[in-house]
């Protein structure tokens, strides 16, 4: 199901990646302030946005995770914070760079742009623990799809009241690109952020191949013994996809780990 056109799609972003690294070296000029240094950026503010795009993805698939008891989302939504939260450690590395270079320090507390996300990623590592701390797997997708909603609505609201503060050190993005940057950056910056789109759905894709296979082959191990090696799982954060011999997708959650 996941793994269909995977590899076109990894083609895809290969590409993507590619020709985005050769113009941003090659092509787009340097700042006139910042000079070189300002081409982090197009690394930078891409991967924030499609973090905080896979937070609210991930909100989604719960609430159709609670809606219709389907493990699928439930995996779906856990996939998506846990590839979010490795973005989103790229985007703390990745600025803390750009303001040693720009601002002579690692970190600014005064900077709500970099101290909102901080939050948002902070928020975001108590997924995990929370999953690992409740035994039960039928509440633990419960408990874990509540967060995911209560966190996903919180990433839109934080990235309002940021946009709404006074201060204004750290370069803004979405509504004022437009007139901010001129030609050969719009060029770079956007087909940056798509590359960075792509590169997050290819590896959502690869994840979930996985996930999906090792579902399909504890079934199968399971229907080979008579079931007779089946016991109560161990804990695990992560989240059990209930599937048949024949490998289609069940509602519920099933009982291997």
Known sequence: ??????????????????????????WAPNDANQGFLQKIFYL??????????GFVYAGLAAIAHLRTRDSRWDMRS??????SLVFGVAVLVSGSIWAKGSWGVWWDWSEPTLVSFLLV?????????LRFAIE???????????FAITAGAFVPINFVIVRLSTAY????????????????????FYLSLVSMALLW?????YEMT????????????????????????????????????????????????
Request: aromatic share 8%.
């Open 1 to 26: 199901m996941y793994g269909k056109r995977l590899r076109p799609l990894a083609l895809t972003t290969f590409a993507a990646l590619t020709l985005t690294l050769v113009l941003a070296f090659f």
């Open 44 to 53: 930078h503010v891409p991967l924030a946005i499609v973090t905080l795009c």
């Open 78 to 83: 856990y996939v998506a914070i846990h590839l």
């Open 121 to 129: 990623m902070l928020l975001y590592a108590t997924y995990q623990p």
């Open 136 to 146: 039960d797997p039928e509440r633990q997708a419960r408990y874990a799809s509540v």
């Open 169 to 188: 050190l750290h370069p803004r993005v979405l509504g004022d690109i437009s007139a901010n940057l001129p030609g050969r950056f719009q060029v770079v």
């Open 201 to 205: 759905i290819t590896l959502w894709r």
């Open 210 to 257: 996985s996930k999906h296979a090792s579902a399909q082959l504890r079934a199968l191990k399971r229907l080979l013994a008579g079931d007779e090696d089946e016991a109560l799982p161990r804990r695990s954060a992560v989240p059990t996809l209930s599937v048949g011999a024949g490998g289609a997708g069940s509602s519920g959650v099933g009982a291997a780990r």
